[in-house]
């Protein structure tokens, strides 16, 4: 008996891992392409754009987990079906359930060993990513980005460059904003302070102002009430900076929840994103199963290339499925959070089914 539970266990494991060498290659070739456009004006060899987008593909391959674990346990259960492997461990006592069950346990384990092991490398890989992009990229006339000292922009301006920071974001309203306008070369020539600024559109209304002009070197002040500047960015622009969370892990989110809040991102998209990374090990078990569903119901032999269109299709409505979920929870139907599990449920309880029929058999 552990004969066959490690004859079920390495063979799918190294299903697993054939998948994903699979995907990985056909992701260096479409990104490799991008990379080669990004990088073809500006003399640089081919070894960037191969780095690159060698250390960019594994963050694509874990948002497709649920899709690669669904086409591996497929793919093995077609073989061992095919082969008649599949009948003799009926033969020793194993049932359909008991089979299904250890992939799908294993499956489960392999999720969480990628959140904690395998996804902060990947974080950290496009950490480098970004920063390697951002230094080649020729459209770096604006740029934000988020540290420990709050928010920090940078724009390009007609007759010179304004750099911005605010101490803290709270949903639209910056608070303890300090604002440096300086000329072509670089020298200051305004300098502002205020409590607060509205950046509900591009013309941000500043609160409680004090303006530090320098001309000739004489320092003028001004107080106001209220002031007004034009900026390429607003709320909706800004946020969307605090959306991206491919450089930040699963433990990273997990440890600085309350820290990152203090930073400004929002919680509803941080909530988002922590349940949708818990969800992946579960979304795992359920991929399992479906597969585990459409493969095991005969012991007779059958064309691969039906279960391959059977299973294009299947991963193609279960993807959209997610999309809809989402699209839910980002127009407040329903809470972000809830729509990252509404998929897992569903498929759930439609698998449960499906399990309990095929162990019948």
Same mark, same amino acid.
């Given at each position: 008996m552990n004969k066959i539970f490690r004859y079920l266990l390495s063979g799918y494991l190294k299903t697993v891992f054939k998948v994903i060498l699979i995907c990985y290659c056909f992701g260096i070739i479409l990104n490799l392409f991008e990379e080669i456009e990004f990088f073809k004006?500006?003399?640089?060899?081919?070894?960037i754009p191969l780095t690159l987008t060698a250390i960019f593909v594994p963050n694509e391959i874990i948002k497709m987990l649920p899709f690669v674990i669904f086409i591996s346990s497929m793919w093995f259960l077609l073989n061992i079906r095919n082969n008649r492997d599949l009948l003799d461990l009926k &033969?020793?006592?194993?049932?359909?359930?008991?089979?299904?069950?250890?992939?799908?346990c294993t499956s489960f384990i392999f999720g969480w060993i990628v959140l904690l092991a395998?996804?902060?490398i990947t974080s950290s890989m496009m950490k480098y990513y970004e920063l390697t992009k951002a230094e080649y990229s020729r459209?770096?006339?604006?740029?934000?980005? &988020?540290?420990?000292?709050g928010l920090w922009i940078k724009e390009n301006l007609k007759n010179g460059h304004r750099i911005i920071s605010a101490d803290e974001t709270r949903g639209n309203i910056l608070n303890n904003i300090t604002i440096f306008k300086l000329n072509d070369e670089y020298n200051i020539e305004k300098k502002i302070f205020a409590k607060s600024a509205n950046t509900l559109n591009n013309n941000w209304v500043l609160k409680?102002?004090?303006?530090?002009?320098f001309k000739d070197g004489v320092i003028f002040q001004e107080k106001?009430?209220?002031?007004? +500047?034009?900026?390429?960015?607003?709320?909706?622009? %800004? #946020?969307s900076l605090y959306k991206n969370f491919d450089t930040m892990s699963f433990l990273d989110l997990l440890l600085s929840y309350k820290n990152l809040q203090e930073m400004g991102y929002i919680k509803t998209y941080l909530d988002q994103n922590l349940n949708s990374m818990m969800s992946i090990p579960f979304f795992l078990f359920i991929m399992t199963a479906l597969a585990s569903i459409l493969t095991m119901n005969t012991l007779k032999k059958s064309?691969?290339? #039906?279960? %391959? +269109?059977?299973?294009? %299709?299947?991963?193609?409505? %279960?993807?959209?499925?997610?999309?809809?979920?989402?699209?839910?929870g980002q127009t407040n139907r329903i809470s972000l959070s809830l729509s990252v599990w509404v998929p897992v449920v569903a498929i759930g309880l439609f698998s449960f089914i499906g399990v309990l029929q095929i162990n019948e058999k």
């Amino acid at each position: 008996m552990n004969k066959i539970f490690r004859y079920l266990l390495s063979g799918y494991l190294k299903t697993v891992f054939k998948v994903i060498l699979i995907c990985y290659c056909f992701g260096i070739i479409l990104n490799l392409f991008e990379e080669i456009e990004f990088f073809k004006n500006l003399e640089q060899n081919i070894i960037i754009p191969l780095t690159l987008t060698a250390i960019f593909v594994p963050n694509e391959i874990i948002k497709m987990l649920p899709f690669v674990i669904f086409i591996s346990s497929m793919w093995f259960l077609l073989n061992i079906r095919n082969n008649r492997d599949l009948l003799d461990l009926k &033969v020793y006592g194993y049932s359909n359930f008991k089979i299904f069950f250890i992939l799908a346990c294993t499956s489960f384990i392999f999720g969480w060993i990628v959140l904690l092991a395998i996804n902060p490398i990947t974080s950290s890989m496009m950490k480098y990513y970004e920063l390697t992009k951002a230094e080649y990229s020729r459209d770096i006339d604006h740029l934000v980005t &988020v540290n420990r000292n709050g928010l920090w922009i940078k724009e390009n301006l007609k007759n010179g460059h304004r750099i911005i920071s605010a101490d803290e974001t709270r949903g639209n309203i910056l608070n303890n904003i300090t604002i440096f306008k300086l000329n072509d070369e670089y020298n200051i020539e305004k300098k502002i302070f205020a409590k607060s600024a509205n950046t509900l559109n591009n013309n941000w209304v500043l609160k409680d102002v004090i303006i530090y002009k320098f001309k000739d070197g004489v320092i003028f002040q001004e107080k106001l009430d209220s002031y007004s +500047i034009f900026s390429s960015y607003n709320y909706t622009k %800004i #946020t969307s900076l605090y959306k991206n969370f491919d450089t930040m892990s699963f433990l990273d989110l997990l440890l600085s929840y309350k820290n990152l809040q203090e930073m400004g991102y929002i919680k509803t998209y941080l909530d988002q994103n922590l349940n949708s990374m818990m969800s992946i090990p579960f979304f795992l078990f359920i991929m399992t199963a479906l597969a585990s569903i459409l493969t095991m119901n005969t012991l007779k032999k059958s064309n691969n290339f #039906t279960f %391959i +269109i059977v299973g294009l %299709i299947a991963c193609v409505a %279960i993807y959209y499925f997610k999309d809809l979920s989402l699209a839910l929870g980002q127009t407040n139907r329903i809470s972000l959070s809830l729509s990252v599990w509404v998929p897992v449920v569903a498929i759930g309880l439609f698998s449960f089914i499906g399990v309990l029929q095929i162990n019948e058999k």
